[in-house]
């Protein structure tokens, strides 16, 4: 077992319905996206509905290591802090290498970096990445769509070396498969290249069309088509831009999964159904019940269990619009108080089902296969990956001691520490602090018994 800081550990008495309100901000799968395409204007950006998370004090550190200013809106009457970021890039610097070394690790975002750092500087150096450990995560597709672009790529022990000798050129690129983070890298290269870029089998997740709201605002032109593909005409310059960041929609799920499995009734304001269409279908057919309210400016919805049987159901997460592999996680604990057999079949990430161990460790039943169970054959099904569940329920949970592994599990493990009888002790809990803002307060809001530390 590792040893955590009492900060780090959150202990959980199992065993009450949460109810009451939480407030979901922007997604953490776009702001931080809409944070980098600053560097790419000349002018100022303002973003708003930015969540206190760490995703964005991390990229607030690479942007301020080169030169971008980024400060928070004035607070407000009542001193609470602004969800509004301010970001101007007038002073634009190559970072040293080692100040952007410190942010090896840390996530996901400083390889989008490239682009802008290459139209603004001719030379990107891109640390060693991080994120969530639920597969190989390579980046590939990145690198080729950058060497497409006339970009040269240096592979250096402490992380990559890229530069661009001259201006980049738009052009033709074919994803293997519709990596979000390599459409959004195509995206940030090709608004500022000389020429035309089309991309096919382009993502297209809301986050990735609400970073391309953004771009068109700074006046880059993106057009998408059916069948996948973006086509970009460059542009010489871009301005700064105002947005408003879209709701994050993993978030809103994994309290709606909260509400399901504890038998509560939570109502998620700031969340949106327009891109959680494929999730409120999923929350019907298991047996919870939700009621959208689009009151202008204060969008909400309401999740909650009547409290009939869960049913259970055969998943398969995909490329949106199909279900969100961060939907996954949370609607596995939830699935384990379903009556009967369900079917999860991981197409996304190779090795997002082992935090189910822990569950297992807690009462659950599930059983994970190598084959692609449920329907249709997946990249994983030859490669020998555990990448199908079967859950059978209804199963009763207990507290146990559990260390999370990745930020979804992390959320999860404390649903369902939340969903059992008795007490857990919940270690690594910062994992969560990625991307679900002030977490603790909301589920003490809620009226879950948590406290930080070991308990008393
Ligand atoms: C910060 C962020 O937005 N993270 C999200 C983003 O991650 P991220 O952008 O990293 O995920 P991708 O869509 O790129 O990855 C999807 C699949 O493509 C593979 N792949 C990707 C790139 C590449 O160069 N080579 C390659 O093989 C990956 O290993 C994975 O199997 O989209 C995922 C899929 O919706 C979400 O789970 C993550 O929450
Ligand atoms: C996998 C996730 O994030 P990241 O890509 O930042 O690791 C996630 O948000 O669930």
């Given at each position: 077992m590792e040893l955590s800081t009492a900060s780090d550990v959150l202990t959980v008495h199992g065993g009450t319905a949460l109810s009451g309100e939480v407030r979901v901000r922007g997604a953490k799968n776009l702001v931080p996206k809409a944070m980098v395409a600053a560097l790419l204007g000349h002018g100022t950006s303002v973003l708003h509905?930015?969540?206190?998370i760490s995703d964005v004090r991390i990229v607030t550190g690479l942007l301020e290591a080169h030169g971008v200013s980024v400060t928070r809106g004035a607070p407000g009457p009542d001193g609470e802090p602004s969800d509004t970021l301010i970001l101007d890039p007038a002073s634009v610097e190559q970072a040293s290498d080692t100040a952007v070394e410190a942010h090896a690790g840390t996530s996901r975002i400083p390889v989008l970096f490239c682009g802008p750092l290459l139209h603004r500087l001719g030379r990107a150096f891109i640390p060693d990445l991080g994120g969530c450990k639920i597969g190989d995560r390579p980046i590939d597709f990145h690198l080729d769509a950058l060497r497409a672009f006339g970009a040269v790529v240096e592979k250096r022990p402490e992380g990559l070396l890229i530069s661009a000798p001259e201006r980049l050129r738009g052009t033709q690129i074919r994803l293997p498969y519709p990596s979000v983070g390599a459409t959004e890298q195509v995206l940030l290269t090709a608004v500022l290249a000389e020429g035309v870029t089309e991309l096919s089998n382009a993502a297209t997740e809301p986050e990735i069309v609400d970073l391309i709201a953004v771009l068109q605002k700074m006046g880059a032109i993106i057009s998408v088509h059916n069948g996948r593909v973006i086509r970009i005409i460059g542009v010489d310059q871009l301005g700064g831009f105002t947005h408003r960041a879209i709701p994050d929609r993993l978030e809103t799920a994994s309290w709606a999964c909260a509400a399901l499995a504890t038998g509560g009734d939570i109502r998620v304001i700031g969340a949106a159904q327009g891109e959680m269409m494929t999730f409120l279908n999923v929350f019907r057919r298991i047996g919870g019940d939700f009621e959208v309210d689009d009151t202008p400016g204060e969008p909400s919805i309401r999740f909650w269990h009547s409290g009939g049987q869960m049913r259970a159901l055969a998943l398969e997460t995909d490329v949106y619009p199909g279900l969100s592999t961060d939907w996954q996680q949370p609607l596995v604990v939830a699935l384990t108080q379903a009556h009967g057999l369900s079917i999860i079949h991981e197409t996304v990430y190779e090795q997002r089902l082992g935090f189910t161990d822990a569950l297992n460790r807690m009462g659950a039943q599930i059983q994970l296969y190598r084959e692609c169970l449920g329907g249709s054959a997946c990249r994983f099904g030859q490669r020998n990956f555990m990448h199908s569940a079967v859950i059978s329920g209804p199963t009763k949970l207990h507290g146990a001691e559990l260390t999370i592994p990745d930020l979804r599990a992390g959320f999860s493990y404390l649903i369902a520490a939340l969903a059992a009888q008795g007490t857990s002790t919940v270690h690594g809990i910062s994992l969560i602090r990625r991307g679900y803002e002030d977490f603790e307060a909301k589920l003490s809001a809620l009226g879950a018994d948590v406290e930080l530390g070991l308990g008393a």
């Open positions: 509905n930015v969540p206190q």
